[in-house]
């Protein structure tokens, strides 16, 4: 059986990562797991209330769980968190066990795509052009130092996928193999 590796979209929040992950499980025919949806489901409550109610650590451990767990599957197309990149484990195992991309964007195009949306509550109260800017320059270098980069800015969800999909292929030497 032909077993294929994950592709795991990474990226800050509002970068294109679900979209142009429901994209690509699409063309290629794969299961999409976006992260945020699976936490929510495994929760039975929003990201609101669980950052609310039990904070940030909480989320993190929850999210560090389902990255393992992905980690055992493969032929997947996963759409990350944002802030899967702060604990390395994470960039590590899904390093070792798919094709990593990294998604980004101008700080004025992701404040225009998070306008929709209540699953981000690092940048729901206050301003949000402050936080979103802040946030970014602290991750900065987490997300700099994936390989494989998409500047999503001036791309659709359908040539952010198109620019995956190649990314992947090129990795494919690598990406397939048997079982
Ligand atoms: C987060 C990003 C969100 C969500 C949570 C935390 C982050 O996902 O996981 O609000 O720390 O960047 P998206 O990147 O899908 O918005």
């Given at each position: ?15 294109g990562k679900s979209a142009t992950g429901r994209l ?133 969800p ?22």
């Amino acid at each position: 059986m032909i077993v294929r590796k994950n592709i795991i979209l990474m990226g800050f929040m509002g970068t294109g990562k679900s979209a142009t992950g429901r994209l690509v499980a699409k063309r290629l025919d794969r299961p999409l797991v976006d992260m945020d949806a699976e936490i929510e489901q495994r929760e039975q409550r929003s990201i609101r209330d669980i950052f609310l109610y039990d904070g940030e650590p909480y989320f993190r451990r929850v999210e560090r769980d389902v990255v393992k767990e992905l980690c055992e599957r493969k032929n997947l197309v996963v759409a990350t968190g944002g802030g899967v990149v702060i604990n390395p484990e994470n960039v590590r195992d899904f390093s070792r066990t798919g094709v990593v991309i990294c998604l980004s964007a101008i700080p004025s195009v992701i404040l225009q795509r998070v306008a929709v949306g209540t699953h981000r509550p690092l940048i729901e109260d206050g301003e949000k052009a402050r936080k979103i800017k802040d946030l970014l320059e602290i991750r900065k270098p987490l997300y700099d130092a994936i390989p494989n980069q998409i500047d999503t800015t001036s791309l659709s969800p359908e040539l952010t996928a198109d620019r995956v999909i190649e990314i992947y292929e090129k990795a494919a030497g690598d990406a397939v193999g048997f079982r």
